[in-house]
């Protein structure tokens, strides 16, 4: 089988990149591990940025997270009981929607779908193969038969744990990684949000975040020790934990329901470099992996899609390749600009068991900062909202 751009990964990069590719004519084959149902039962982000809607309906997918998607003009940041608003309206003239990784999945996947794109799901034993020559390509397994996929180009959407980055040779891979000694312990429930926008809240006992997906469901988290395990929380001790953290007056509210989903993430920093090694080409979580503190994760894997895209219309319709050339530094520049602000706002937000009390005052002083001064205010919600691509 030949293919012009074979794709690796069938998550929101991969069909993203694919239905991009397909509006403009050029020929892709998705490759995924996983059957479409169990890529469509994780639970993921929650936040786009307005890059990522604008990207959407560029790519005609929108429609749906127009009609159910929330836009929000701010979130709060607690601490000592006080809730801070941050204004993005007010600082930077911009939002953000809330509207799931899930069901933008969904979204990409029915497109796809009605154009008739090609996915092969199930994949096994994915290898690539001669990445700097002229016949790069993809072997693989499907129900114990060997395939092979000839391609022009692969693109590396199969996330953190995938194959792609691995076929770069380590001599020419540099990797970033901090490791935070906490994880997140994330609840879904049928119930109406604790509030109209979400709620970071930084708390003596850790941090706590108030999400949703709609009026009817909600999405909250905790963070807990790495140690623990998701049997180790009931949802009565989940939801006792959960209301301490939040203000007196805010956690009164809270109603509380059986939760229909739990698991615990850890949390972690991560970037390889190049994310180019001749055909191959990294998208999102396969080249860098952000705490979820600053809703960063989603929002790059678009940002690096529409380099990825743009530079290879550019080279099939034009014959021009300074798109591909230029898309490792122009991917990694804004994937470092996430990094330093989910960095931030994960160590501005979270209890670290070594943090001294000067540490401790440090936080405080930095959200007091956020409270009352313009520019920092504006610095969080023009990286909250999303740098420009
Ligand atoms: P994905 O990991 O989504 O998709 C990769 C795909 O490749 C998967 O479907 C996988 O099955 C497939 N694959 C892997 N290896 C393969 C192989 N060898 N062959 C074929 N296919 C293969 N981001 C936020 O912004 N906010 C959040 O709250 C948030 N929460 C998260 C919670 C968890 C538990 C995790 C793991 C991530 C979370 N993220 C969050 C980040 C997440 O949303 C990612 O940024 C997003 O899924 C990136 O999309 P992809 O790059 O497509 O990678
Ligand atoms: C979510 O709704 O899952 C969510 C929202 C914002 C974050 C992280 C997760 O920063």
């Not at 926008?197 to 949703?212: T, V, W």
């Not at 405080?364 to 691509?389: D, I, K």
Request: with cysteine; proline share 5%.
């Amino acid at each position: 089988m030949r293919t012009q751009v074979a794709i690796i990964g069938g998550g929101p990069s991969g069909l993203l990149l694919s239905h991009l590719l397909n509006r403009a004519g050029i020929e892709t084959v998705v490759l995924e591990r996983q059957s479409r149902d169990y890529v469509l039962s994780r639970i993921r982000a929650g936040v786009l940025e307005r890059g990522t809607v604008d990207l959407l309906h560029r790519a005609g997918v929108g429609a749906r997270m127009t009609r159910e998607g929330h836009t929000h003009s701010g979130c709060y940041l607690t601490h000592d009981q006080q809730m801070i608003r941050m204004d993005f309206a007010a600082a930077c003239g911009a939002a953000v929607t809330v509207y799931g990784q899930t069901e933008v999945t969904r979204d990409l996947y029915d497109a796809q779908d009605a154009i008739g794109a090609q996915h092969i799901h199930g994949v096994e034993a994915v290898a690539l193969h001669d990445l700097d020559s002229a016949r790069p390509h993809i072997t693989y397994t499907l129900d114990g038969q060997s395939h092979r996929l000839d391609c022009d180009f692969i693109a590396g959407c199969d996330g953190f744990h995938g194959v792609s980055r691995k076929a770069i040779p380590a001599n020419l891979r540099r990797e970033y990684e901090k490791v935070y000694p906490f994880g997140w312990l994330g609840v879904l429930s049928e119930t109406p949000p604790l509030h109209e926008e979400l709620i970071y809240a930084n708390h003596p006992r850790g941090f706590a975040l108030a999400s949703m997906r709609n009026p009817m469901l909600s999405r909250y988290y905790i963070q807990v020790p790495l140690s623990d395990k998701v049997q180790d929380w009931s949802d009565a001790a989940f939801w006792e934990e959960f209301s301490a953290r939040m203000p007196e007056d805010v956690a009164a509210g809270l109603i509380t329901g059986p939760s229909i989903e739990k698991s615990i993430a850890p949390l972690r920093s991560f970037v390889s470099e190049p994310m180019r090694y001749g055909a191959l080409f990294l998208c999102g979580d396969a080249a860098h992996i952000v705490p979820p503190t600053g809703a960063k994760g989603l929002n790059l894997a678009a940002s690096d899609v529409h380099y990825l895209s743009t530079g290879l219309l550019a080279h099939y319709n034009e014959k021009d390749s300074a798109g591909l050339d230029d898309y490792s530094q122009k991917a990694l520049a804004r994937v470092w600009q996430a990094m330093r602000f989910s960095w931030q706002v994960t160590t501005l937000m979270h209890h670290f068991p070594e943090h001294s009390d000067y540490d401790r005052q440090m936080q405080r002083v930095e959200l007091m900062q956020l409270a009352t001064n313009p520019a920092a205010q504006r610095m969080f919600a023009e990286n909250y909202t999303g740098l420009p691509y």
